[in-house]
Structure formats: C-alpha cells, structure tokens
C-alpha cells in the first residue's frame, strides 16, 4: 500500500513526526519498503494518483494541494487487516470529523480541516495494490528509488531517525487553526485577516529551510480555499 506524508505534514514537522509515531506505534504486520522526501508532480498526481476524482469539484484544488511542496512517501507491505488498520490508525477524511468521532485519530490529533488532513493512504485492498503499482515505478523511474532492493530494518531506522530529528519542534494545536477557519467560514470578508494569522502559526511550526520561503503564506492560501470550498458544496 501506498501512505504518505501530505506537505502540511512535511513543512510542520512535529505534526509529521508524531503522525509517523503514531503509525509506528500502533499498526502491526507492516514493513516499509520506502521512506523518501519527494517532489510529485502535477500530471502524476493528475493523471495517476487522484485520477478517480477527476472532474470533482475539488479535483483541482487537490493536485495543487498536494504538488505545493515536498511529501514523504512511503510503500508498506501489509495484510488486509494492515491496511484496514492504518486506516482506522489514520482517521475520518475530515479532521474536524475526525475530532469528534475517532479523537485518537492522526487527523484528529495532527489534522488541521477539511481537506488539508496530515496524510493519505490507501483505503482498501483494491487501491492499496493500484497505488503500488503506480508508484513503485513512478519512484524508479522519476528518482531511482528502487523498491526490489529495499531492506525494511534500514528503511524503519531511517523513520524513527526522522521522528527522533523533529518530534521536539514546536506545536500549533490544531484546534487554534480551526477556531480560525471558522471566522472565514462565517465571514469571508475575513479571509486576508485569516490567511495571515494563519500563515504566522505555521511558521512557528515550520522546519528551519522553510522560514525564509514564502511557503507559509501559500500553504495558509491552501487551507483557507479548502475550507471554502467544502463550504460552497454543504
């Protein structure tokens, strides 16, 4: 199966840690064959990955979303209970939903709203096989990351060294992102205000390499048009 790391997750990097933790620490009969910081691009995600959703009305806002910065992809061998368990491990779609109904939930716990939700990973078996099978040779052929030759003690060293390396960095708690984006769900009106006091929160939670970037404001633009587009369709 396919789980990866969405680049809210990447560029806030305790949120991505303890997601990773989590994962490590309560999915059984798993092996990652991969972890590797990548670059996906458009007509990947587009025209492979997410071609399901094509003419959805998120379809877009989606494949931008997700090409906006670096993710953390990872394939894990598993069972079909695995997969059905990473899923419960993972949470609702929706991490506002996720915080009532499953609150232990990665989304819950790490999600900020909508669909900016921490992490994908596939959701059934059927799709668990199709996204392996489009993204062991996407990693091949695109970065020469060859999956056959994978050892999994080396690949879950490098996880648990990435959590070690970021699990102390400081926190936003979600609950203050989403507070926020009720204000512009309320009162468009407010959105500038909303998208910059946002911006300020991610980049307390922001690596090092993203502090001079703009990458804050762009990812606080993301959200807000998340959210108001789950709004225009309710």
């Known amino acids: 199966m396919v789980f990866f790391l969405k680049p809210d997750a990447v560029a806030r990097r305790y949120a991505g840690a303890r997601s990773l933790k989590m994962l490590m620490d309560n999915a059984s009969d798993i092996e990652f064959l991969c972890f590797e910081e990548i670059r996906a691009c458009k007509d990947f995600l587009a025209d492979q990955h997410y071609v399901e959703h094509k003419g959805k009305f998120f379809f877009d806002w989606l494949v931008d979303y997700i090409a906006s910065g ?8 598993t069972t079909n209970e695995g997969v059905s368990k990473i ?8 991490p506002e939903k996720a915080e009532i109904e499953a609150p232990n939930s990665i989304r819950a716990r790490y999600g900020i709203m909508a669909g900016v939700n921490i992490a994908h990973a596939s959701d059934s078996t059927e ?11 996407y990693l091949r052929d695109e970065f020469r990351i060859d999956i056959s030759k994978s050892n999994p003690r080396v690949v879950e060293d490098a996880i648990q060294g990435y959590i070690q390396t970021y699990i102390d960095y400081p926190m936003v708690d979600p609950i203050r992102y989403r507070e926020l984006l009720r204000l512009v769900i309320n009162d468009i009106e407010r959105r500038h205000e909303v998208e910059t006091r946002i911006a300020k929160l991610l980049a307390l939670e922001m690596g090092k390499e993203y502090v001079l970037s703009s990458y804050s404001s762009k990812l606080a633009k993301i959200i807000v048009d998340s959210v108001l587009l789950s709004k225009s369709k309710r």
């Not at 799709?127 to 062991?136: D, T």
């Open 70 to 77: 670096p993710i953390l992809v990872s394939i894990i061998r």
């Open 87 to 94: 899923r419960e491990i993972l949470g609702p779609t929706f």
């Open 127 to 137: 799709s668990a096989k199709r996204e392996a099978s489009i993204w062991i040779p």
